[in-house]
Structure formats: C-alpha cells, structure tokens
C-alpha cells in the first residue's frame, strides 16, 4: 500500500499570499497523483490530476508538480473561498487508492 | 446537469446492517467506475470500494473487506453499497464518486462525487 505524507498539516495564511502544499509517497507513483480541495460540510473537489494538469474549471492560481515520491500544490494570490483542506490521493498502484492525511489551509 | 445522490444513511446499532443507495442524473452511469469514500466524523479520507463500469470488477480496503458489498444497477443508474456487522469505526459520512473511463489519462481519479450520508453506528 503506498502510503502518502502531507506537511505541514496546517497552514496559516493571508488572503492573497500564496502558499505550497507537499505530499509525499512510500514508494514512487510516476504522475499518477491527484489533489482535491474540501471545504467544511462540502464534498472533496478534484483540483488537479496526473500531477499538474488542473481540471475543468480550476482556477489557474492552483497549480500542481512533482513526479515520483515528492509532488507540491501550489495556490498563488489565496481568495476567501480557496480556506479549506486539501488532500493528495495515489493512483499508480491500487488497490487501494490511497490519500494523503491533509493540509488545512487556514486565515 | 451531471449529479450523484447519495442515500440510506442513519442510525444504526452495533452489529446492524445498512444499505446506501447512490442515484446518478445526467449522465449514463453504465460509462463509468464508481466508488465509495468515506470520511469519519473530523478526520480524513478513505477510499472503501470500486466497481468497474461492467461489474465485473470490485474491490475492497481491508477496513470492509468481507463485511461491505458494492453493487450497481445500471439501467436504474444506482449504485449500492451493502453494509454488514457495522462498528462504531464505520461511522463515518459516506460518499459515492466517479471515476473517468480507464481510458483517461485521469483514470483512478475521483471527478464528481456527491454530497454523501451519514452512517452512526451506535447502540
């Protein structure tokens, strides 16, 4: 099972700061990694797959790296509505899918 | 407009049984794998079951394994998620999720999920 790593679990930001998210695999996942925003009493948002490529309707202020064991999120110039927790999640070697623990990015 | 809708949550004792429903809208449920995440009451996510698009295919996480049974119906457009000799681990809200065709490059994905269903195992 690969096991995935989030730091720092919290964030304390500014609106409009940016901040980087990091997420870490057990064992390397090529690009097959996704993140998901999730806001309080919401369903989770797929925000970025295969590492970097931003799903529909995702704002370009949110952009995705990494390739291998180490994959960074990215959130430049942070809105009101971007407060929220944010998950990694494996797709190379499943069963099981896997998700990292979060980041809650907070004011 | 494309829509899960999860259904069939509630109360339930130690050791009891329940039956989630999830209606697809919108879109032909019979294209597409789904899932079942859950997520217990403040903590995170975790992934519990697949069904591919036929059926043919099911898997489980080890947490369910053997006590959960995934289902799918798609001329209604339902998926089912059968739930047996439940603990107060499995409360949780439970949500159910599509996957892309295996032929995107974003297959293994979660893209649309719906708004989930609370479980309460307790007596």
């Known amino acids: 099972e690969i096991v995935l790593t989030q730091s720092p679990a919290t964030l304390s930001v500014s609106p409009g700061e940016g901040v980087t998210l990091s997420c870490r695999g057990s064992?390397?996942?090529?690009?097959?990694l996704a993140w998901y925003q999730q806001k309080p009493g919401q369903a989770p948002r797929l925000l970025i797959y295969?590492?970097?490529t931003r799903a529909t309707g995702i704002p370009a202020r949110f952009s995705g790296s990494g390739s291998g064991t180490d994959f960074t999120l990215t959130i430049t110039g942070l809105q009101s509505e971007d407060f929220a927790v944010y998950y990694c999640?494996?797709?190379?070697?499943?069963?099981?899918?896997?998700f990292g623990g979060g980041t809650k990015v907070e004011i | 407009e494309e829509q899960l809708v999860e259904s069939g949550g509630g109360l339930v004792q130690p050791g009891g049984s329940l039956r989630l429903s999830c209606s697809a809208s919108g879109f032909n449920l019979r294209s597409y794998e789904m899932n079942w995440v859950r997520q217990m009451p403040g903590k995170g996510l975790e992934w519990i079951s697949y069904m591919s698009s036929s059926g043919s295919s099911v898997y489980y996480a080890d947490s369910v394994k053997g006590r959960f049974t995934i289902s799918r119906d798609n001329a209604k457009n339902l998926v089912f998620l059968q739930m047996s000799n439940l603990s107060a681990e499995d409360t949780a809200v439970y949500y159910c999720?599509?996957?892309?065709?295996?032929?995107?490059?974003?297959?293994?994905?979660?893209?649309?999920w719906g708004q989930g269903t609370l479980v309460t195992v307790s007596s």
């Open positions: 064992d390397s996942v090529g690009t097959n």
């Open positions: 999640q494996q797709y190379n070697h499943w069963p099981p899918l896997t």
């Open positions: 999720a599509r996957q892309p065709p295996i032929t995107m490059v974003d297959w293994g994905t979660f893209e649309m």
């Open positions: 295969d590492a970097s």
